[in-house]
């Protein structure tokens, strides 16, 4: 019998089928194969780390700190953030791989509108460059606010807040304005969060060394004083008050922030301590100021910045300060009537306030 | 009759085919290597709570730390990267006290004594009895082949010893590298649900000064005593290309030990598994990094960084004579004759 069409068609069929498993499924295993799971997966694990690892940098040594004159950890093993302690590259490559948008909260009532400009071109250019940041500007007068040009990777969110008679009033609603906005949409939106005043503008780049749970500031006045001398608040009545014989650092209320987890639970717990405050007939001798450091005594930072980060120009730069990353607004700073509230925060040894409040 | 044996021999043909075609044809091809021994561990998931924070710092009275006034001025205590670096000075043991007892952790502890190494397992839990984490929660766990070996010792209460029966390799370096791979599968099976915090230590060495809280941390790392002070071109990196422990010339923060590594019981499992997986990769191509483990550990602590850098305060060699930046040795080696106890 000779081939037939049958026997053909069943060659091919056969053939077809047994290449089409072949291709499949090679059932030899080559000796030059490489298994390819595990060295696929380390590839892969690789690559992701491959930008942090192909980083090239000076090399820290172990004997050789960088800077001998100031103290970069506290006793509980937080970093304080001064100049040459950190290296920017391997922050933000670290701070990349983890995705992370960080937002700024600011307030911008009354006279303080003349402010936004500044600060806004000054962080926009400033303020963790190159990253995504929302700006949450909380202020009475949108309307008012001009036509401003951000980076493509920054968002500007204008939200109206309701004028109050005394300009002080504000600041001690920020603490409870910032955490209901925190749980009904900034948690959504950002991992971060940083509280700044509006009056301050950036001058040199503030990235990512920022970036950490509950992240406090040295306050400029007050880094060298003895704890007596710190201005905590004295009265046992008042939710601020610090025994005598404790306290850190005296932290400014200009620049703090953190996950935004914990900035909730400080904006709480800050603005119930007002409140109480309030109903006691008390308030605190520097506002949310005071509660902050009090809160920041019993749940101490995580990091800190040293007090390059809110530097106020009025000081002169002593040569501890190598950085100067924020400085106090000293164009367009009318006194006392502008700014009563602020203007005593920059000279706290002034007792009595003219403006009266 | 020959047509209808050749046709029902292609329709059971057919059918077969079909049938591999449908169970395997849509999987993804994996190419396991041989010797893999447990891929379980590399798909297992674990459900962590979430690590607390530290919440509340009680009231408490100590010395006010002065801006101007650092404790060490002789040595690094920030990493570039804004990790702590651990030296005796630079940290309050009552503040971290204060933060941590109230959280009511459980530290774990792995130690290895395999095959000669049992002898030294006594002294090291002694020690480890008198200055390691006084006041917390312990649990020790000893990976042995010989467990009748180990001395019996005396425990504080709320602390543990646990036996893990691990098997012994011929060769000590392979007893070395396979730590990683023993260490990720205790974790997933018992020690993710009963501890916060995993220590990784050797056992042939002693604790002489404490060792406390302020070693707690997501990722720690030690700096080894032999390089802290050397520039990182002379550190002891795995040099040849072809490993997958390969750290360039350049390149380099520390020379960290493999005698002391841990952090949260969940990062621990995540670089276990991953520096099993490089040394695995080295073994498929028959290359062994230069310090075993440790070299695998190096490279992947060069990429995902330590959190907080313990000095070698805490992981000393008492063969070399005491620096004047250490203050305090608290965990240094035992000395012995390697040659006799490695085979």
Known sequence: ?357 | MIYRKVLGSFVCLFVVAAFIWIIVGNRKVHYLPYYLPCPEIFSVKLQYTEAKLIQLFPQLFYQQPRVLDPKRQDVLTVTPWLAPIIWEGTFNSEILDSAYRPLNLTIGVTAFAVGKYTRFVGRFLESAEKHFMKGYRVNYYIFTDKPETIPHVQLQPGRRFVFVPIKKYPSWQEISMRRMEAINKHIAETSHQEVDYLFCLDSDMVFHNAWGPETLGDIVAAIHPGYFNVPRSQFPYERRSSSAAYIPDGEGDFYYGGAVFGGLVKKVYEFTKTCHMTILADKANGIMAAWQEESHLNRHFLSNKPTKVLSPEYLWDDRKPKPPVIHLIRFSTVDKNYKEIRD
């Open chain 1, 1 to 357: 019998m000779g081939i037939t069409k049958l026997h053909g068609l069943a060659i091919v069929l056969t053939a077809g089928i047994t290449g089409a498993i072949w291709y499949h499924h090679p059932f030899s295993q080559a000796s030059d194969q490489k298994p390819t799971a595990s060295s696929e997966d380390v590839t892969n694990m690789n690559q992701s780390l491959c930008q942090l690892s192909s980083l090239l940098y000076p090399e820290p040594l172990l004997t050789k700190p960088r800077r001998r004159d100031v103290l970069v950890l506290t006793p509980w093993l937080a970093p304080i953030v001064w100049e040459g302690t950190f290296n920017r590259d391997i922050l933000n490559a670290q701070y990349m791989q983890k995705n992370l948008v960080t937002g700024v909260v600011t307030f911008a009532v009354e006279k303080y509108v003349q402010f936004i400009k500044g600060f806004m071109s000054s962080a926009n250019k400033y303020f963790l460059a190159g990253h995504q940041v929302n700006f949450y500007l909380f202020t009475d007068n949108p309307e008012q606010i001009s036509h401003l040009q951000l980076a493509p990777e920054n968002h500007l969110f204008v939200i109206p807040v309701q004028n109050h008679t005394r300009g002080q009033d504000i600041s001690l609603r920020q603490m409870g304005i910032i955490s209901t906005y925190i749980q009904s949409r900034f948690q959504y939106e950002v991992d971060y969060l940083y509280s700044i005043d509006i009056d301050v503008q950036l001058v040199e780049h503030v990235g990512v060394e920022i970036i950490d749970t509950l992240v406090g500031t040295i306050s400029s006045w007050h880094y060298d004083t003895r704890r007596e001398s710190k201005p905590y608040e004295p009265r046992a009545e008042s939710r601020a008050a610090v025994p005598q014989g404790e306290g850190d650092f005296y932290y400014t209320a200009s620049f703090y922030g953190g996950s935004v987890a914990e900035v909730y639970r400080l904006t709480r717990a800050c603005f119930k301590g007002i409140l109480e405050d309030r109903g006691n007939g008390i308030e605190a001798r520097w506002h949310d100021e005071s509660h902050l450091n009090k809160y920041l005594l019993e749940h101490k930072p995580t990091r800190l910045l040293s007090p390059e980060y809110c530097w106020d120009a009025e000081l002169s730069r002593p040569r501890i300060i190598q950085g100067q990353q924020l400085t106090y607004l000293t164009a367009g700073w009318c006194f006392l009537p502008c700014k009563p509230w602020h203007n005593v925060l920059m000279k706290p040894f002034r007792r009595d306030n003219p403006s009266g409040h």
